[in-house]
Each structure stands twice: as structure tokens, then as C-alpha cells.
């Protein structure tokens, strides 16, 4: 498997490899390039049949997270992803919820546990380029952090990915999408783009054009159709999901390729 360009997403949930990746799984997977996605938790944290909430009567993890990973599946379907790494473990949930408390939640699994999980697919597979979150998991969920906890740890153990990326939501460009919404009505005048949140786009090192994938997108996000009701992109019109979709934007971490561009729009620049 040594020899083939293989792309790697370490993600927390069902659901989380569309939003920032699935452009890319989509491209490069109609390029040639093979695409997995490593899955650590099974969701069980989401919303049940009719919108039910983790705590609530009548929410089943065990139900909850079958149906989320068929979900996945079809997603990935969507996406082209060539291979899915489901690693079982619990979802944690937000910070606050009972289900952080949880000892086998995955936010509690010593990282050295997950990530040699992590890393023993990352032999297998010998991705040249892996994406997973920030320090901060993007928005500070206990999973998120913790994915990238493991995948920085499996990465540097084993010495095999080339490049690792960092997901980034440039906070320049989605205030004016959410500049935009406001003005066509498509969100309500109060809604404001929280000033901090974000990646300041003098950070972001490399921006891919996954515009031909927009309507893949959002039929991958379709695809988790049960945890529809927390998905806001989903209720935006077609035309601000074509503008919020029709790029990816990564900090580049890691990188072992000295023919790389110092800002990319290719995350195998200088691989091929």
C-alpha cells in the first residue's frame, strides 16, 4: 500500500466528515486518490427518532448510535470515501453533559490507548497527507480535542504521514456569508458570526477549491438526516451553501515535503 497516494480524516462523530472535509474526500476520491476516514466515537450522544435528547425519555444510545453509523455509511457513499475506520468508542458528549462523566467515554480513554489504535491503521494505510482538528477541536468539544490529541500522537509515533493539516474555519469569510444571510433574509437580522470564533485567515496556509462538490456536500449532510434539527447549514438556501461549501480551509502542522508551497491549494502539493 506503500506506494499509493492515500488521504486520512481522523474525525470525532458521524457527521463531522462533511463540513470541513468532505470537499476534499469527494476531489481526491475522484482523482484516484484513496480516501479513509477514521471515525472515533459511534454518536451516541445525538438526537433520537423525533428529535429526542441525550437524558430524555425514550433516548436509546444503543439505537442512536446503529443508526448514526448507517448514516455514515451512506454519507460516505456520497463522498467517495474508499474506506471507513469506525473506532467504536463512546461519544462523550458536550462539555457539561453526564455523558463527559462516562469512563469509557472517549474523552477519558488514555490517549496513548486510542492512539495506538490510530497509529496501527495509519500502518496499514501509510497516508501520505492526514486532517484532523486543531488543539481546540475547533469549538472546544471533548471529542474533537481528543481526536486531535490521538492523531498528533499517532502521527509523530509512527513517522508516517508526510503532512498533517489542521481543519479552519476562516473567520473573515464566514462573517460575510453571515453578512449575506442576514441581508437576504435567509437569517434573522440578530444573527452575528461570534467575533473570536474562527481561524484569523492570515493563519491559514492552505485553501482548496472543492466548488464542483458543493451539491455532494450537502447531500452527504442529508445523509444524517437524524441529527437534521442541530445542522444549520442544511436550512441555509442554495446559494449561501454554494458560497460556504466551495472551499476547504487547513492549517498545514506538519510538514516533511520540502517541494510543498508555503500556501497551497492542494494538500498533496509537492507529492504528486
Not at 490510530?118 to 481546540?136: G, K
Not at 502521527?155 to 493539516?165: D, N, V
Not at 458543493?214 to 449532510?221: C, D, F, G, Q, S
Request: glycine content about 10%; some cysteine; overall charge negative.
Amino acid at each position: 500500500m506503500s506506494g499509493e497516494l492515500t488521504l486520512m480524516a481522523v474525525h470525532a462523530h458521524p457527521d463531522d466528515e462533511v463540513i470541513g472535509t468532505g470537499g476534499i474526500f469527494a476531489k481526491y476520491a475522484d482523482e484516484g486518490i484513496r480516501t479513509v476516514l477514521v471515525t472515533c466515537t459511534n454518536g451516541e450522544q445525538g438526537d433520537g427518532p423525533g428529535g429526542v435528547k441525550p437524558g430524555e425519555a425514550g433516548h436509546d444510545e444503543a439505537a442512536v448510535s446503529a443508526l448514526r453509523l448507517e448514516e455514515l455509511r451512506a454519507s460516505a457513499t456520497q463522498l467517495g470515501i474508499s474506506h471507513v475506520e469506525p473506532l467504536g468508542y463512546r461519544d462523550s458528549g458536550m462539555v457539561g453533559w453526564a455523558g463527559n462523566e462516562a469512563e469509557d467515554a472517549f474523552a477519558n480513554v488514555p490517549v496513548e490507548t486510542a492512539a495506538g489504535r490510530l497509529a496501527e491503521l495509519m500502518e496499514r494505510y501509510r497516508p501520505q497527507v492526514v486532517v484532523t482538528y486543531d488543539e481546540n477541536g475547533n469549538y472546544g468539544h471533548p471529542d474533537h480535542i481528543q481526536a486531535h490529541r490521538i492523531a498528533v500522537a499517532a502521527a509523530e509515533a509512527t513517522g508516517i504521514p508526510r503532512k498533517l493539516y489542521y481543519t479552519a474555519v476562516p473567520r473573515e469569510r464566514m462573517a460575510e456569508v453571515f453578512a449575506y444571510l442576514r441581508s437576504t433574509g435567509a437569517a434573522p437580522e440578530d444573527l452575528e458570526f461570534p467575533p473570536d470564533f474562527g481561524t484569523p485567515e492570515a493563519l491559514i496556509t492552505s485553501v482548496v477549491d472543492v466548488a464542483p462538490y458543493v451539491e455532494r456536500k450537502v447531500k452527504a449532510l442529508e445523509a444524517h438526516a437524524s441529527q437534521g434539527e442541530n445542522i444549520f447549514f442544511l436550512r441555509m438556501p442554495a446559494e449561501a451553501q454554494q458560497r460556504v461549501f466551495d472551499t476547504e480551509s487547513f492549517i498545514r502542522h506538519v510538514n516533511h515535503v520540502p517541494a510543498a508551497s508555503d500556501h497551497e491549494d492542494d494538500l498533496f502539493d509537492g507529492l504528486r
